[in-house]
């Protein structure tokens, strides 16, 4: 079977070298993909928007799977496109992927089916918001642009006046362009986060072990939020308890929920949770794999790639279940400088040799593309490899992830010196 992926991140990387272990696989193409991805699939230069284009190579090329990986084309309808000119497809149609791509819809969802998360109101007005800040809000408080906002629509505002310029942001100066048309404003949570990703065929959940990202760019968490800098699975503070709760009050309830609403959900729905001194809390629903979650979950699972997916599409996920290996994995990102903000490109990586057929250390890249002598490999974003090592316990994973990012380099490597140190705590 030919299958092609759409993305060009780390999380597309791992989910192409999770697809080349199936051995029901004879070629992997990805939209546009990057220079690792380039090392197993053959990147063709279509854009994840270019819904027409995917289509039409998809057909031309018979693929027999496509997977996408990023929410952008999701929440815009790639898959119904797909789906109509009768490609199979691995994702959630637009009107499932709804469930990332607003959050005063998920919001809703959640409170309509008793489904625990924090306290929340909704406002399509700068004023209405504003008056409410004014009346009933209790500091700090968390306001959220309605759409995809590439991570970077939450706000956590201390202040009556931060809120105000968080209000301000979001609706009047639209920031976050047309995510801002609608607010969410959200009740503070406090408690450790916890990633669990699952597959679901409309119907049954199966889920993955659970992962922990580290969102702000500088050790300690300080700095900025940014796409994460690093996770590890499984996450010690994902206990049976925690397990059994979320099972019972929040995973199916969620895939019921779509169903019962007409909006079948079939693909990976990741929940962001929050373990709060009154249980398990949803922070927020993604409909997709995490990146770089999806760079520590992958290559412990065991299960070919391929069937789960299709058991997904087929609806025939309840004859499946999940395996894990029984270890640990952790990912380091090793970012460009200055990521979030400002940051140079276009820098000679050296050292990516060291990860050639090995089983246990992965270098998944980021943002990188091949330079003009078709060889020397550059920098070519924030976020520029994944470097993820297994261990047979979490301190192992780490010491052996911190000893291969050590194997590469380019000119303005930056990375966190503290991932998975919480498992210290654990
Ligand atoms: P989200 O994109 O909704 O996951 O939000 C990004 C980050 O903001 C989360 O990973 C949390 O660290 C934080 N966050 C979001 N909602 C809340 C909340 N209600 N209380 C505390 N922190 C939150
Ligand atoms: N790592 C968080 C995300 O993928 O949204």
Redesign the pocket.
């Known amino acids: 079977m030919k299958v092609m992926i759409v993305g060009s991140g780390g999380r597309e990387h791992a989910i192409a070298a999770s697809v080349a272990k199936s051995g029901r696989v004879e070629k992997i193409y990805c939209a546009p993909g990057n220079a690792g991805i380039a090392q197993i699939a053959q990147c063709v230069p279509i854009g994840a928007m270019e819904f027409e284009k995917i289509r039409d190579f998809a057909k031309e090329n018979e693929i027999g799977l496509v997977i996408v990986g990023m929410d952008d084309p999701l929440v815009g309808g790639l898959v119904d496109v797909l789906e109509a000119a009768g490609i199979r497809t691995f994702g959630p149609r637009k009107n499932a992927a709804i469930l990332e791509g607003s959050?005063a819809f998920s919001k809703d969802l959640m409170k309509k089916y008793h489904i625990p998360t924090?306290a929340y109101e909704t406002f399509d007005e700068a004023e209405d918001a504003l008056e409410y800040l004014h009346t009933q809000a209790k500091f700090p408080v968390?306001l959220?642009a309605d759409g995809l906002a590439l991570?970077k629509?939450?706000l956590?505002c201390n202040t009556l006046q931060e809120a105000e310029d968080g209000v301000c942001t979001i609706m009047t100066e639209r920031k976050f362009g047309a995510a801002g048309n609608r607010l969410v404003i959200?009740?503070?949570?406090?408690g450790r986060?916890v990633s669990v990703l699952s597959f679901v065929d409309g119907k049954t959940i199966r889920i993955m072990s659970s992962a922990q990202?580290h969102?702000r760019a500088k050790d300690g968490d300080q700095g900025l939020?940014t796409g994460g800098m690093g996770t590890f699975s499984p996450s010690p503070f994902y206990t049976p308890k925690v397990d059994a709760f979320c099972r019972e009050h929040i995973y199916q309830a969620t895939v019921d929920a779509m169903a019962a609403e007409g909006r079948p959900f079939v693909g990976v729905i990741f929940f962001?949770l929050?373990l709060t001194a009154e249980g398990p809390k949803v922070?927020?629903y993604n409909a997709r794999f995490g990146d770089p979650e999806a760079q520590v979950v992958l290559p412990r699972m065991k299960n070919d790639m391929v069937e789960v997916c299709e058991a997904c599409i087929d609806g025939r996920l309840d004859q499946v279940e999940l395996e894990f290996e029984d270890n640990a994995a952790v990912c380091v990102v090793l970012a460009s400088d200055g990521y979030p903000v400002k940051y140079d490109k276009g820098l000679p990586i050296t050292g990516l040799e060291h990860f050639e057929n090995r089983e246990d250390v992965y270098c998944f890249h980021a943002g990188t593309k091949t330079g003009e002598d078709g060889k020397t490999i550059l920098t070519n974003g924030g976020r520029v490899l994944g470097v993820t090592a297994k261990g047979g316990t979490l301190a192992q994973a780490r010491k052996n992830a911190y000893a291969a990012a050590g194997w590469v380099d380019f000119a303005n490597k930056y990375m966190r010196q503290d991932i998975g140190k919480a498992i210290d705590e654990a």
Do not use: Y
């Not at 959200?186 to 406090?190: A, G, I, L, N, R």
């Open positions: 959050k924090a968390v959220k991570g629509g939450v956590i959200e009740e503070f949570m406090t986060e990202d969102k939020n962001g929050m922070l927020e």
